[in-house]
T-cell receptor, first 114, second 112 residues
Framework: SAVISQKPSRDICQRGTSLTIQCQVDSQVTMMFWYRQQPGQSLTLIATANQGSEATYESGFVIDKFPISRPNLTFSTLTVSNMSPEDSSIYLC???????????FGPGTRLTVT | RKEVEQDPGPFNVPEGATVAFNCTYSNSASQSFFWYRQDCRKEPKLLMSVYSSGNEDGRFTAQLNRASQYISLLIRDSKLSDSATYLCVVNGVNTGFQKLVFGTGTRLLVSP
């Protein structure tokens, strides 16, 4: 399984600012994903990060709010833009390879917006 | 109807007990099924994949019933360290097979 790291592990931000979260995988992977997990809830997929092209967003998530980059097969970033307290959540990246659908997760970024 | 449904629990069991969780999924075209474990304030970790023939890994047994569209996880001889939330996960069909849909999780508390 891939080993995934995320930076920062946590942050406290003021409303109206933006935060970029980095996700690094220790090997090349086919697919990378970004999720949000709000307190007491399960994971919600934000988008699929596509290497070399625009991310594919799920319903309710838009590029202007959550721009995503994936410049190569091991790295991706998620930016949470113009933050409000409702964006306070844990943001997780995951990766999968080949034809298997198993995904492995990074440790998450705990974001608090004040 | 939710794509993946689980009893949120909590299931409170003593050490050594056997406990079973069920999960139902709505889309009969789903092909891949998993159980993930999530500890408090940690990321989900893959516990096991669920195969049509059923599979066992030590104290853990997973089974799939396609006709009834449910997945089960059986934990035998529960340990204190089994306390966690268990997430039932199914690959998305309408939104792309490589996307996963997560249930809300079943919380297990194992007590001494």
């Amino acid at each position: 399984s891939a080993v995934i790291s995320q930076k920062p592990s946590r942050d406290i931000c003021q409303r109206g600012t933006s935060l970029t979260i980095q996700c690094q995988v220790d090997s090349q992977v086919t697919m990378m994903f970004w999720y949000r997990q709000q307190p007491g809830q399960s994971l919600t997929l934000i988008a699929t990060a596509n290497q070399g092209s625009e991310a594919t967003y799920e319903s309710g998530f838009v590029i202007d709010k959550f721009p995503i980059s994936r410049p190569n097969l091991t790295f991706s970033t998620l930016t949470v833009s113009n933050m409000s307290p409702e964006d306070s959540s844990i943001y997780l990246c995951s990766a999968s390879s080949g034809t298997v659908y198993e995904q492995y997760f990074g440790p998450g970024t705990r974001l608090t917006v004040t | 109807r939710k794509e993946v449904e689980q009893d949120p629990g909590p299931f409170n069991v003593p050490e050594g007990a056997t406990v079973a969780f069920n999960c139902t999924y709505s889309n009969s075209a789903s092909q891949s099924f998993f159980w993930y474990r999530q500890d408090c304030r940690k990321e989900p970790k893959l516990l096991m994949s669920v195969y049509s023939s059923g599979n066992e890994d030590g104290r853990f047994t997973a089974q799939l019933n396609r006709a009834s569209q449910y997945i089960s996880l059986l934990i035998r001889d529960s340990k204190l360290s089994d306390s966690a939330t268990y997430l039932c996960v199914v690959n998305g069909v309408n939104t792309g097979f490589q996307k996963l849909v997560f249930g809300t999780g079943t919380r297990l508390l194992v007590s001494p």
